[in-house]
């Protein structure tokens, strides 16, 4: 299985500066707004963290940083680790372009390079990490040690907030249909559907909903695990085939296979 197929982590060298400008999701958002506005991918989670002032919260695979410095402008204090030396570099430069302009979140966000499995804070020192997009690029043992890490420095009733995709149901059965579909519209789409995609050999670790619950459990969370769509389908041209899509990912039973974004709320006891 294709979730497990690899036993070594991919290298931070893989994650180029090209990568997160121009393939990375919301790259498109991050560059037109200067990072003031997020994609669904970001602003969910942003409402399912909800900041505030004074709380202490980790963001692991910062990448850019936008949703970082999001983060710190509602007052939260934040730190942001990614491995990847371009993401770093992106999100410098990012808080630049914010000088000037008095915002305190210069001051309440920390960019931090390292590795999400041995994160340099003390136990019981965060009230929240978060982890979006950072599932699906670990191999099984990273992740479980990423979740141990995770774990250990939140202090007790402190959340875990993950987001990740492709959901393999999808990929499984809900993209064969959907592939069909294109095809009898004379829109020609790969087998694989990862094929679609640049950079795909970063994802090792693809989840269902279910091996996600139980991953988190086994690391000794309390866990929600929930599918709920980010994508917008802007690419499609017809309206009613665009209402089609965003259906098919809300209606129970389809959405398991149609939804592609798995989220989840890990709660350590």
């Known amino acids: 299985m294709r979730e497990s197929y690899l036993t070594e982590g991919i ?3 893989h994650y180029t500066e090209d990568y997160f400008t121009s393939a990375c999701h919301g790259y498109e958002e991050f560059f ?4 003031s506005k997020l994609p ?3 602003s969910l989670p942003l409402k399912i963290v909800s900041p505030q002032r004074g709380m202490r919260i980790l ?4 990448g850019r940083g936008e949703f970082a410095v999001h983060m710190a402008a509602a007052g939260a204090e934040v730190w942001a680790v990614d491995y990847a030396e371009a993401a770093l570099k992106i999100a410098q430069r990012f808080m630049k372009t914010l000088e000037g302009f008095g915002g305190l979140e210069i001051l309440r966000v920390k960019f931090i390079q390292g590795s999400a499995l041995h994160l340099p804070f003390p136990s019981n020192s965060m009230d929240v990490v978060t982890m979006l997009d950072v599932v699906e690029h670990l191999t099984p043992v990273e992740l479980n040690q990423a979740l141990g890490e995770a774990r250990r420095i939140l202090v007790p009733r402190g959340r875990l907030v993950v987001h990740t995709m492709p959901n393999l149901w999808y990929y499984r059965y809900g993209y064969p249909l959907y592939r069909q579909f294109q095809n009898i519209r004379g829109q020609r789409l790969p087998a694989d559907p990862r094929d679609r995609w640049r950079y795909k050999e970063v994802h090792i670790n693809e989840q269902t909903p279910n091996m996600l619950r139980e991953t988190l459990q086994q690391n000794g969370f309390k866990t929600k695990v929930w599918l709920q769509s980010t994508q917008t389908y802007e ?5 009613i085939v665009r209402l089609a899509m965003k259906g098919l990912t809300q209606i129970p039973g389809l959405r398991r296979i149609f939804c592609n974004d798995i ?3 890990g709660v350590k006891p």
């Not at 963001?59 to 910062?62: A, L, M, Q, S, V």
């Not at 690419?235 to 309206?239: G, K, L």
């Open 11 to 13: 290298s931070s060298e």
């Open 32 to 35: 037109t707004s200067n990072g």
């Open 40 to 42: 669904l991918r970001l």
């Open 59 to 62: 963001d692991i695979g910062c």
């Open 235 to 239: 690419h499609e041209s017809s309206r």
């Open 263 to 265: 989220f989840a709320i």
